[in-house]
């Protein structure tokens, strides 16, 4: 009896691992896409506020905020929405 709940605990443990790994994919996605445009609006508010070095270290600064690599999280969800044969989430 012990024995079977602890396998189920694992087969119920693993699936809720895939849930969440597909669920911090599309964060991952979502937030990188969003990031582009937060990034365009932040320069914009930047250019209407500063001029000269201090627009150019601002801009510098925001600069730093690097895209990641999406590719394997968008196959991860086209993975499973094709698998699913419907939106998954």
């Known amino acids: ?3 079977q709940d602890t396998d189920d605990f694992r087969q119920a443990e693993a699936r809720s691992e895939e849930k969440s ?3 911090i994919a599309m964060i991952r996605v ?3 896409d969003t990031m582009k445009k937060i990034e365009d609006y932040a320069s914009q508010i930047l250019v209407a506020m500063e001029t000269g070095d201090t627009l ?3 801009l ?5 905020l690097t895209p990641t690599n999406t590719e394997a999280a968008r196959r991860q969800i086209a993975n499973a ?6 939106y998954v989430c």
């Open 56 to 58: 150019t270290t601002y």
């Open 81 to 86: 929405t094709i698998e699913a044969e419907k």
């Open 21 to 23: 790994s597909l669920k």
């Open 30 to 32: 979502y937030v990188n």
């Open 1 to 3: 009896m012990v024995q």
């Open 60 to 64: 510098s600064g925001l600069s730093r």
